[in-house]
């Protein structure tokens, strides 16, 4: 793995100290996130343990985690313009052409 410089440093050792916190059921504040960060002898840019606990207060950090992957989708209407199947029964799926290739052939 490369290192990382800059700022996607300190957002990465930011994010991991606030979880480290939420992990070790702790509060996530700008105090205890910096006293992470001087903890493993680690310099942020100033703004980013503030902002980071300002995002994961009050239960963000629970939403953040739980929320992976997102509502799952709306189920989608079959035929629903016009088809030749007769009401109750279901479209037949047509099958798909396989279309053989020499690799030698170029």
């Given at each position: 793995?490369?290192?990382?410089?800059?700022?996607n440093?300190?957002?990465?050792?930011?994010?991991?100290?606030?979880?480290?916190?939420?992990?070790?059921d702790a509060?996530?504040?700008a105090?205890?996130?910096n006293?992470?960060l001087a903890?493993s002898?680690?310099?942020?840019?100033?703004?980013?343990?503030?902002?980071f606990?300002?995002?994961?207060?009050?239960?963000?950090?629970?939403?953040?985690?739980?929320?992976?992957?997102?509502?799952?989708?709306?189920p989608?209407?079959?035929?629903?313009?016009?088809?030749?199947?007769?009401?109750?029964?279901?479209?037949?799926?047509?099958?798909?052409k396989?279309?053989e290739?020499?690799?030698?052939?170029?």
């Open positions: 793995m490369s290192a990382i410089y800059g700022a440093k300190d957002e990465f050792v930011t994010s991991l100290a606030a979880i480290a916190l939420y992990d070790g509060e996530i504040t105090d205890n996130i006293t992470l903890a002898n680690n310099v942020v840019a100033p703004y980013w343990p503030g902002m606990a300002n995002i994961l207060k009050d239960g963000g950090a629970e939403k953040l985690v739980f929320s992976v992957g997102g509502p799952a989708p709306a989608v209407a079959v035929a629903a313009a016009g088809g030749d199947a007769p009401a109750g029964e279901a479209p037949k799926e047509e099958k798909a396989v279309e290739v020499d690799a030698l052939d170029g």
